[in-house]
């Protein structure tokens, strides 16, 4: 019997997990110490860390409860190599045969450098569906809280605009935006110049000032909305999230302490790139959402149409941060021309008195 050292990270232990022995026994994987055996054919495994070079097995409980044991080393993780059971060991097998062949894997695992490489080789084809796991086990409430707590570090900096006719205004268009939605969205907006606007997980939407005085009109506004509302629903803030933190930070979210993750997050705010992926399916489906709210949608191309002829040293952050910004104009014209709305009107707000907002003032002066 082949004893490997592991954290325990699970309900009902602490935050940074629990040293543990486990071992493999017949189909079962187990964990004597916690009374723990579970069936190898409901375990899971991924990739994690700053380096991507730490191991996870995962599974639930028959509570429904997750569980996650990280391998302490690469020692351990041969063990686990060389005893897993069928189902898991097919899971390797998958791996070694999308990046290496399986005596290059296997004979490397002697030095802790060949380790990384094949840990960055699998990150690559098994990274998104990890972080997507992980990204799942955080539910709405968790989610919510971490938002807010990254709220309350933004407010502590002053500067946030929570009430006034140019909330309002972003307040009935979001509304517009998220009918049905399994989120309850917060608007806010930050005193800053810069032309930017950004979604914190759990559905808080931050919108610069200076990008309302940017906007020619309230359709280019709900275009902005639009998108950012899709990085919430889809829980692209929160895979960021996971990206950044490292699995093991991350997963004290999902045990229920945001704490770790807070100012990390905070610290990125305004500087949150997403990857091509995303920013596309933000566009696809901030467009499908303002047909579904008859909101004229030609206001997400005359945005990034007018943001595109910014110089280049005055190029707006919200730009910056949104890459590939003519592919993105020549993909949503298509998009509008594919699919016509005829219904949709433009939004009927006094633009001009709501970008002289005086609870604006500060920033625009």
């Known amino acids: 019997m082949q004893i490997f050292k592991a954290i325990l990270y699970g309900p009902e232990l602490p935050l940074a997990g629990a040293a543990v022995d486990a071992n493999f026994s ?14 190898c054919e409901q375990v899971t495994m991924s990739v994690g860390g700053f380096e ?10 028959p509570t429904g409860e997750a569980f996650s044991l990280k391998l302490m080393g690469k020692n351990d993780i041969a063990v686990v190599m060389d005893n897993a059971p069928s189902p898991l060991s097919q899971q390797f097998g998958k791996w070694h045969k999308r990046r290496l062949s399986i005596h290059l894997v296997w004979s490397s695992l002697a030095t ?10 699998f990150l690559w084809w098994h990274y998104d569906e990890t972080v997507s796991w992980l ?13 807010q707590s990254v709220l309350a570090q933004i407010e502590g900096d002053g500067d946030i605009v929570k009430e006034g006719l140019a ?8 509304r517009q935006l998220t009918q049905n939605s399994r989120y309850h969205y917060h608007w806010l907006i930050k005193k800053d ?23 020619d009109n309230p359709d280019e506004l709900a275009a902005v909305l639009a998108h950012e509302i899709q990085h919430v629903e889809r829980r692209h803030a929160l895979k960021n999230m996971i990206n950044s933190l490292g699995w093991a930070a991350a997963l004290m979210v999902v045990l229920g302490d945001v704490n770790a993750a807070t100012a990390v997050i905070a610290h990125q705010l305004g500087n949150m790139y997403f990857s091509r992926d995303s920013e596309d399916e933000a566009d696809r489906l901030g467009l499908q959402a303002l047909v579904t709210a008859k909101i ?18 005055n190029t707006p952050e919200w730009l910056s ?8 104009i020549t993909s949503v014209q298509k998009m509008l021309k594919e699919q016509p709305c005829e219904v949709c009107l433009p939004l009927v707000f006094d633009w001009q008195k709501v970008q002289q907002d005086k609870a604006l003032a500060k920033a625009q002066s």
């Open 26 to 39: 017949g189909d079962c994987l187990c964990i004597k110490a916690r009374a723990i055996t579970v069936a």
């Open 52 to 61: 991507h070079d730490e191991f996870y097995l995962h599974w639930y409980s």
């Open 112 to 121: 802790i450098s060949a380790a990384f490489v094949l840990s960055f080789g």
């Open 135 to 147: 990204a799942n086990r955080v539910s709405i409430p968790q989610e919510e809280e971490l938002g």
């Open 167 to 174: 909330v309002e205004t972003i307040q009935n268009i979001g």
């Open 193 to 215: 110049k810069a032309v930017n606007a950004f979604a914190l997980p759990g559905g808080f939407v931050i919108i610069n000032s200076g990008l309302i005085a940017k906007a």
């Open 296 to 313: 004229k949608p030609t206001g997400m191309v005359t945005l990034l149409q007018k943001l595109a002829k910014e110089p280049g040293a």
């Open 321 to 328: 941060s949104h890459p590939d910004i003519a592919e993105r």
